[in-house]
């Protein structure tokens, strides 16, 4: 992916979209219950490659966004699932001619 490419707002992917979003890094539960805390965040761009009530992808890149040491919880060409409202609340951007 070069730096130069064009992203606009994605409010509904079709099957071969290049799309980008960004995922918090959680940190390992302090508590047997409680909250995890979030240690960072994380810039996805996958591929979708199943549209169902779960979004399935197929991970081109991923980038560490935030500082700190939380470690990124994806690899390129992992396939990953998401729920649509997931990849929505992480600002998702389709990349135009995809």
Same mark, same amino acid.
Request: charged share 30%.
């Given at each position: 992916?070069?730096? @130069? +490419?064009?992203?606009?707002?994605?409010?509904?992917?079709?099957?071969?979209?290049?799309? $980008?979003?960004?995922?918090?890094?959680?940190?390992?539960?302090?508590?047997? !219950?409680?909250?995890?805390?979030?240690?960072?965040?994380?810039?996805?761009?996958?591929?979708?490659?199943?549209? @169902?009530?779960?979004?399935?992808? $197929?991970?081109?890149?991923? $980038?560490?966004?935030?500082?700190?040491?939380?470690?990124?919880?994806? $690899?390129?060409?992992?396939?990953?699932?998401?729920?649509?409202?997931?990849? +929505?609340?992480?600002?998702? !951007?389709?990349?135009?001619?995809?």
């Amino acid at each position: 992916m070069t730096a @130069t +490419q064009e992203w606009n707002l994605c409010l509904t992917p079709q099957i071969g979209d290049t799309l $980008k979003w960004n995922e918090p890094l959680w940190a390992a539960p302090n508590k047997p !219950r409680g909250k995890r805390d979030k240690a960072g965040e994380q810039e996805i761009i996958a591929e979708l490659i199943s549209s @169902t009530d779960i979004l399935e992808f $197929k991970v081109i890149s991923v $980038k560490k966004i935030s500082s700190g040491d939380a470690p990124l919880t994806v $690899k390129e060409n992992d396939q990953i699932k998401r729920k649509q409202s997931s990849v +929505q609340k992480g600002d998702c !951007r389709k990349l135009l001619g995809s």
